[in-house]
Structures are given as structure tokens and as C-alpha cells.
């Protein structure tokens, strides 16, 4: 059913209809605003599905608020999940409505990674069907330095876009990796100078919006399908990660970034 998005209804994400059909989506209003709290995890899992059902909407392009597209969890977030199963149990199911709304919203998705992306930003970065990255800007999956499982798209996304070695790689690690690394193996559709992502994911945007509405979205939906047959891959890596906030590891992890020093894991003792 058609609806027009209620951009009242959102407070951490900055919505900018154009009139070319694209829909500007940024994550955080404003710089003191990256780490994605609990209203922006949720915010971020629902706007698809608004988007989808918007009749203005034909293409949308997401980025982040001025130098970062994001920063990753706020640690008062996973304090809230450690040890509390209700909590836990929550979180799963929203983090599946964020990667299977993405995949499920029919209209195509560019991100304009115009900085750093970790985090859940970084799960909305690379679900997208189109990521346009900054060369310098610094991506990574570090749920293992935390002492959790790489959950909330990793397993299911990246050895579809970098290969099993490289995602091994760096997801058994958790390192970073430049923008213009991560368009050399195949982790971001293309990378290009900080001052340009925008300018660049708008272009592709546009086009898309003024393209074959139908043929696009079949072709999405067609290959879509690659993520779907990795779906229980995605639904148990989810479960683990969640897992890891009912054991020791995670206490460890956050108090050792909290404390800017290297973590001791107890499973590791």
C-alpha cells in the first residue's frame, strides 16, 4: 500500500525528498550525533520499508553527517544489551528487519560513504545495492575485538563481495581497510575522491530514477536472491553475536575501548 513518509516521525536520520524522484537519507542531524543509539538502530532498520511504500520515492541515496558516515554503536547501546536476554532478544529481530528490509525494499539503495564506517552504519553502507566510498575514508567489522561474533551482515554479505579469504581476513581480525582497498576487492562499487562521493552517488541516483522502474526493481529483486540463499547463514551469525552479550568477553571488550587499551579476553586466558 502507497504512503508518503512521515519525516516527522524520525529523529535521528535527516530526510530530504528531491524532486527527481531520489530520496536523501543522513544518517545523524548533526556531527554530535554518529553513534548510532537505540532510536537510530531502529530508526535505520524502518526507513526502508517506508521508502519502498512511498510513491514519491524511486532511488535512494544514503550518507553520513559531515566527516564520518558512521561511527559506529553507542557504548551505552551495548551496555544495555550485556546480560539482558529481553534486550537481546530484541536486538535480533531488529537487526534482521535492517538487512532484510534492505534487501526487501524493491527501489534501488546507493550509499555516499563520504568517511569512516563501522558499526551498524557500515551494515547500511554495504547492504546497499550501489556503495560509493571515499578513497581515504576507513571501514571495518570489529565485533571480534569487542568479543562478539561478526553478526549483523558480515557473514551473510561479504564473501559474496570480497571472497572467503579476504573475508576471513578480516573478520577473523577485525582490521580496517581503506575505501580505495575495499573497491580493489570488490567490497564497494567505487571509490573516488572524499570531496566527490556525494556528488557521484547522487549522479547514479538520478539516472536510476529516471530509468525503467520496472526493470530495475525486478533486476534487484533477481539478485537479491544470491543473499537470500545465505539467509540462515545471516540468521545464525546473528544469533551468535547476541549470544556473545550473555557471556564475559563483551564486559572485557567494551571496558578496554572505554579505557583505549588492548582488550583481555578472558576466553583467552
Known amino acids: 500500500m502507497n504512503r508518503v513518509i512521515d519525516r516527522a516521525q524520525y529523529q535521528r536520520l535527516g530526510l530530504e525528498k528531491r524532486d527527481n524522484g531520489v530520496l536523501l537519507v543522513t544518517l545523524g542531524k548533526a556531527e554530535t550525533a554518529k553513534t548510532a543509539d537505540g532510536l537510530m538502530h531502529t530508526e535505520m532498520a524502518s526507513i526502508w ?7 514519491d520515492v524511486r532511488a535512494i541515496v544514503v550518507t553520513g553527517a559531515g566527516k564520518l558516515f558512521s561511527a559506529g554503536g553507542d557504548l551505552s547501546l551495548l551496555d544495555e544489551l550485556i546480560g539482558n536476554h529481553e534486550k537481546v532478544a530484541d536486538m535480533v529481530d531488529e537487526m534482521s528487519r535492517l538487512v532484510y528490509n534492505m534487501m526487501n525494499c524493491d527501489k534501488p539503495i546507493i550509499s555516499a560513504i563520504n568517511g569512516a564506517a563501522v558499526g551498524a552504519g557500515l551494515v547500511v553502507a554495504l547492504m546497499a545495492d550501489i556503495s560509493i566510498c571515499a578513497a581515504d575514508a576507513r571501514l ?3 565485533h571480534v575485538k569487542l568479543g562478539i561474533a561478526a553478526g549483523d551482515h558480515s557473514a551473510i554479505l561479504w564473501p559474496l563481495l570480497v571472497g572467503m579469504a579476504k573475508a576471513r581476513y578480516y573478520l577473523l581480525t577485525g582490521d580496517m581497510l581503506t575505501g580505495e582497498e575495499a573497491e580493489r576487492i570488490g567490497m564497494v562499487s567505487k571509490s573516488v575522491p572524499r570531496e566527490k562521493v556525494l556528488d557521484e552517488a547522487m549522479q547514479v541516483a538520478e539516472s536510476l530514477a529516471a530509468g525503467s ?10 539478485l537479491t536472491n544470491w543473499l537470500r540463499m545465505a539467509g540462515p547463514i545471516f540468521d545464525q551469525s546473528a544469533a551468535y553475536e547476541m549470544l556473545g552479550f550473555m557471556g564475559p568477553d563483551i564486559i572485557e571488550g567494551v571496558a578496554a575501548l572505554r579505557e583505549k587499551r588492548p582488550p583481555r579476553f578472558p576466553s583467552a586466558q
Open 49 to 55: 520499508t517506508d521508502a519502498a511504500a512511498d510513491p
Open 140 to 142: 571495518g567489522d570489529g
Open 213 to 222: 522502474q520496472t526493470a530495475i526493481r525486478w533486476t534487484k529483486r533477481a
